[in-house]
């Protein structure tokens, strides 16, 4: 399958082991099946950048699917993304919410060649503190994953995966403002549709006393 990746630079032949841990499922090689989303991040760079085309053959891996809008599936996502993206400080002021989270929804992706799930963006990333801290309900968090274009990522997390990926061709991008008018425009609708919540929708904690009342 066609999938595509912004860099500063020509990568020909991704490397296992290489990247930043703190993405939103670890330590992986995160594609886009959107050319126009990769359009987005290469141009943001100052010097401009690179829009590269893979083909990924999925055939034969592990894969880890994020994707739906079933509840427990966006909660795995939560849990997986609050793991690895939130700070040392947003881990301490939720510990309790992220631990019951960890426990309730675990996510092992060592046991995965490949995962596929929603992209958070810097702004995403704010909606799932939101809604973590109970300033955000579920029903509204799934709608604010539909902002934007939020799309979905497909990340190779295994040597195995790494080993079915080619180099198709690479396109340069110049800088260009789009990226920071695209933030702008995502917070002005994240605003709305935060402003539409009610306290008769499903908030987080909501959910942990539906489970634990469930054990008890």
């Known amino acids: 399958m066609k999938l595509f990746y912004a860099a500063d630079k020509i ?37 401009g950048g690179f829009v590269i085309e893979y083909d990924v053959n999925l ?12 509840d427990e599936d966006v909660l795995r996502w939560i849990s997986l993304l609050a793991k690895h993206r939130f700070s040392r400080r947003d881990r301490e002021d939720h ?19 490949a995962v596929i799930g929603y992209r958070a963006d810097d702004a995403y990333f704010a909606y799932s503190l939101d809604f973590v801290s109970n300033a955000l ?8 994953m539909l902002l934007g274009r939020l799309g979905l990522q497909y990340v190779l997390i295994s ?8 180099f198709v061709r690479s396109e340069e991008v110049p800088y ?21 919540d009610s306290y008769r929708n499903t908030f987080l904690r909501d959910i942990m006393r539906k489970y634990d009342d469930q054990v008890r």
């Open 11 to 47: 990568i020909e032949t991704p490397v296992f082991g290489k990247g930043n841990p703190t993405n939103d499922y670890g330590l992986g090689f995160y594609l886009t099946p959107d050319k126009k989303i990769a359009r987005l991040w290469a141009a943001k760079n100052s010097s």
């Open 176 to 196: 260009s403002n789009e990226y920071e008018a695209f933030h702008g425009q995502m917070a002005g609708e994240y605003h709305k549709v935060r402003s539409e």
């Open 95 to 113: 510990k309790d919410t992220l631990e019951w989270l960890e426990k309730r929804f675990p996510v092992d992706v060592s046991a995965y060649d």
């Open 159 to 166: 040597p195995k995966a790494f080993g079915q990926i080619r």
């Open 137 to 144: 309900s579920l029903e509204k968090l799934k709608e604010a």
């Open 59 to 70: 055939t034969g891996l592990s894969v880890l699917r994020l994707d739906t809008k079933e």
